[in-house]
């Protein structure tokens, strides 16, 4: 009986140990590329387009584009998308988020990032942070996943507001009206202004 407790006993605190590990990986990798792209938002020397491709080169391999663009589109209307519009919308959803991404980011350049207790919940990590500047503090949440190689963010919450949420409600009242060709010309158009 006591060494069925010595392994049960043993089993639950290496368990531990990988859930702090995996929580520990996901914050250091996290912390590091939005530390690498504050650095470059204090470069005031660089050309804008120059400063934006040097934040997506950093934050393109933590971000699953591809997933954010599935899951925005949702159990409803991706599984039965052609595979070229697939890939269609994908691009134009990835570049709209990108666009998103530096657009916000103009708005936070001289906010300190507070981070929070990471969270395991299943086989997920969340991490929180908040933005706070001398007039204002913004909750966030970033959620990631393990994939084959690295933690990589498949949604992100702004004040408790899911990004993917968001465009899953405003995808499915286009195509609720419309077909998804409606939904790639509206991606289009955004892309273009």
Known sequence: MANLLY?????????????ADDKSIAEKLLKSKIDAVYEVLQKKE???????????????????????????????????????????????????????????????????????????????????????????????????YKSKDSWKIYDVEIQGVSIISTYRSQFSHILEKGTIDDLLLKLEKVKDQ
Not at 7 to 19: A, D, R
Not at 59 to 86: H, N, Q, T
């Open 46 to 144: 660089l050309e804008p387009d120059e400063r934006d491709n040097q934040v997506i080169d950093i934050v393109s391999p933590i971000f699953d584009f591809p997933l954010m663009a599935k899951l925005a589109l949702g159990r409803k209307y991706w599984p039965d998308m052609p595979k070229e519009k697939k890939e269609s919308y994908s691009k134009l959803f990835t570049k709209r988020l990108q666009d998103s991404y530096l657009a916000e980011l103009t708005l936070y350049e001289d906010q300190k990032v507070v981070y929070k207790t990471p969270v395991k919940i299943k086989k997920k990590i969340h991490i929180p942070t908040e933005l706070i500047s001398k007039s204002n503090k913004i909750h966030m949440l970033y959620k990631l």
């Open 7 to 19: 392994v049960v006993f043993s089993l639950l605190l290496i368990s531990q140990i990988v859930v």
